[in-house]
């Protein structure tokens, strides 16, 4: 049995696509070798290592500093002690930080260093000018690296790495499970559209709510982050607030509920720091259609326009506002959609099919 050691910039119960990944991952590569889990939170009362079984640890370095979406705090001794201690390095970039302290430390003691990426840097150039030579490193040290969609692999950078796969994030089965819940008889009452994830900028969460003038149903809004604030000034300035709620970051139950009842989840990102889309995959799965926007990442390979929902342009009001009328005005496009919707996910994004490449590649 390996030791397996993830690297990441937060772990669940930190809200985020990433942080779900990184779950799904080591809880499906647990079963199979020791995983030891290093990352930062922003909760003091989260505990600093926990087991949630035999054969996984759960470190976390507490970080009250974000430098530009970057956990700043003290994380080299226990790197240090965990890096010697693992066989297996798999670090989930970008993460700046621990890529550059995993550089130095495998100079001086060389280890199996596999990567997963998982978007691109899309922030100011000087932040990437910065980055591009730690990045160019890793990838030259690490015996693999990990894609979750064609898109990314054909980035310019990637041909710099010994040996690259191809591998679709997955969410673990049991988080789809059918739960004894009071969802239906909640549905008759309203009718709503969702937004799953963080509050920040490039999830273009302004755009939805300009899209919303005019809607008459409602939308739900799960998720907190640095933009809360400014969104509900929108939303008054707006006079939204009879149509437009914020439930916060809520338990898995809960969102699985408010997801299940939706008529359709809205993904209104912005730019391609958006690579992925692991909300598309939560509602798809349970077959709840999905609006996207199109940014030449892997989200509209997940969502097929007029198939499985439909896919907008960026930050256009108008263009999301008749794809969000079109959706609640159409029951029975609607219903095939969510058929097509789940189909895709169970023929494309299988969780065990994940879990057994990534173990291929591991060892």
């Keep these: ?46 505990p600093e290592a926990e087991n ?71 922030s100011q150039k000087w932040i990437q000018r910065l980055y591009f030579p730690i990045q160019k490193r890793v990838m030259k040290i690490a015996k693999s690296i990990t894609f979750a969609s064609k898109v990314l692999e054909n980035l310019e950078f990637s041909k710099n790495c010994n040996d690259s796969h191809v591998i679709p994030f997955a969410l673990s089965n049991y988080r789809f499970k059918e739960k004894k819940n009071s969802i239906d ?55 939204l607030n009879e149509r437009v709620e914020f439930l916060g970051h809520v338990s898995e139950s809960s969102k699985f509920n408010w997801i299940k009842g939706a008529e359709f989840l809205v993904l209104p990102s912005l730019t391609r720091a958006e690579s992925f889309g692991i909300s598309l995959l939560e509602a798809m799965s349970l077959g709840v259609p999905v609006i996207s926007t199109e940014l030449g990442t892997a989200t509209s390979e997940i969502n097929i326009h007029g198939l499985t929902g439909m896919v907008v342009p960026p930050n256009n009001v108008a263009e999301l506002e008749s794809a969000i009328s079109e959706l609640f005005s159409n029951k029975t496009e609607l219903n095939e959609m969510g058929k097509a919707a789940k189909m895709q996910i169970q023929s494309h994004y299988q969780y065990e099919h994940m879990i057994s490449r990534y173990l291929e590649i591991l060892m």
């Design 52 to 122: 949630p079984h035999v054969n996984l640890c759960i470190e976390r370095v507490y970080c009250p500093v974000l430098f530009f979406s970057q956990p700043i705090g003290f994380f080299w001794k226990r790197l240090y002690n965990l890096y010697k201690m693992c066989d297996v390095i798999h670090l989930h970039s970008p993460n700046p930080l621990l890529e550059l302290m995993v550089c130095i430390l495998h100079m001086f003691k060389p280890k199996k260093i596999i990567v997963t990426y998982h978007s691109p840097v899309v």
């Design 1 to 46: 049995m390996a030791k397996v050691l993830e690297i990441a910039k937060f772990y669940p119960p930190e809200y985020g696509g990433m942080e779900t990944v990184v779950q799904s991952l080591s809880e499906g590569i647990s079963k199979n070798h020791k995983v030891f889990v290093l990352a930062a939170t922003r909760n003091k009362n989260l």
């Design 185 to 239: 008889s909640f549905k008759k009452k309203e009718e709503y559209a969702i937004f799953v994830g963080r509050l920040v900028n490039y999830k273009g969460l302004p755009v939805l709510l300009h899209a919303w003038r005019n809607q008459t149903r409602n939308l739900k809004i799960i998720g907190s982050g640095p933009q809360l604030i400014a969104l509900k000034r929108i939303v008054n300035q707006l006079d």
